[in-house]
């Protein structure tokens, strides 16, 4: 009697030890200006005013960690702009904080703008390994390539006397920003070679420059990242691509991504998605050989 009631308890434990092993957390990372009340647009269902509201087009499915970065503001309210750190040291250190509160799991590290810049440096910085996947949509590789290109920059740079370099280091006076500080172009190169990222950007993002962020994934590449995929679309509003034209394309490709790797996914979509993401790995030839016929 005692050895079958040892055999049920070491039984029990090894499905309980197995289940815990193979359990996933999404860690959320959201952009500038907004909240994780953002996730909503990623995830498969949630719950808002008492309802629940469900997504046709997902990429998170599952237990999900949210936080909020130090700017973050509810009800609609501007951010603290003293609080910003531009995918910084406060930024990076607030990332750092939620993923070791998730006990026990494996992750899937999923990024928007600011909050993707975020991630890079953090899985750089850190080379955290319970994170099993990286996807990050329109990271910035250097804050610069933002702020220069910004419409409201260019509008305020013709006031006479009034340069972009003005402009730039005024705006730094209130925020945490530090030109000394982390960059995502400098710490890409230390994420890890078997860890599978994939950058998400657009050709008409207003916000984050397509160079910007295609610039990280060739840095990957000079640096023999050989689990690296860039999606690219031709059109779509900055971290609205999910919700734009191309949603099921990203959609599909992002879960043919997630089964590549033997991540949770949709075997539907991921059946979709897989052509895509046979051409989601161009070579630097490649994209110099775009640049040039753009």
């Not at 434990?13 to 953002?38: D, P, Q």
């Not at 710490?187 to 950007?201: A, T």
């Not at 539907?268 to 994209?287: I, K, M, N, Y």
Request: aromatic fraction near 12%.
């Amino acid at each position: 009697m005692f050895k079958k009631v040892l055999m049920l308890a070491f039984l029990c434990f090894s499905i309980i030890s197995s289940g815990a092993l193979h359990a996933y957390t999404y860690l959320f990372s959201h952009g500038f200006g907004e909240t994780w009340r953002s996730s909503r647009r990623y995830v498969k269902r949630y719950r808002w005013a008492g309802r629940e509201w469900r997504n046709q087009n997902y990429i998170l499915d599952g237990v999900i960690k949210l936080f909020n970065y130090p700017d973050a503001i509810f009800k609609g309210l501007p951010p603290r702009i003293s609080q910003v750190g531009l995918a910084q040291k406060n930024e990076i250190d607030k990332l750092k904080n939620a993923y070791d509160q998730i006990r026990d799991e494996n992750v899937i590290l999923f990024g928007v703008s600011r909050g993707a810049s975020v991630a890079i440096n953090f899985t750089g910085i850190h080379d955290p390994r319970r994170i099993k996947a990286v996807v990050v949509e329109s990271p910035f590789d250097h804050i610069r390539n933002v702020f220069y290109g910004h419409w409201f920059v260019n509008a305020l740079s013709k006031i006479p006397f009034l340069t972009k370099d003005h402009i730039f280091k005024l705006f730094l006076m209130f925020t945490k920003y530090r030109e000394n500080g982390e960059h995502p172009i400098d710490h890409i190169e230390n994420i890890r070679q078997d860890l599978p990222i994939m950058i998400i950007c657009s050709e008409e993002d207003g916000v984050v420059p397509c160079r910007s962020t295609v610039n990280l994934y060739k840095k990957l590449l000079e640096c023999g990242h050989e689990h690296a995929y860039l999606v690219k679309f031709d059109t779509g509003k900055h971290a609205k691509l999910l919700w734009s034209e191309h949603g099921q394309q990203l959609r599909n490709v992002v879960h043919a991504f997630y089964e590549k790797y033997e991540l949770p996914h949709n075997s539907e979509f991921a059946h979709h998605g897989q052509a895509l993401l046979e051409t989601c790995q161009p070579s630097l030839v490649d994209l110099e050989q775009e640049a040039k016929n753009a």
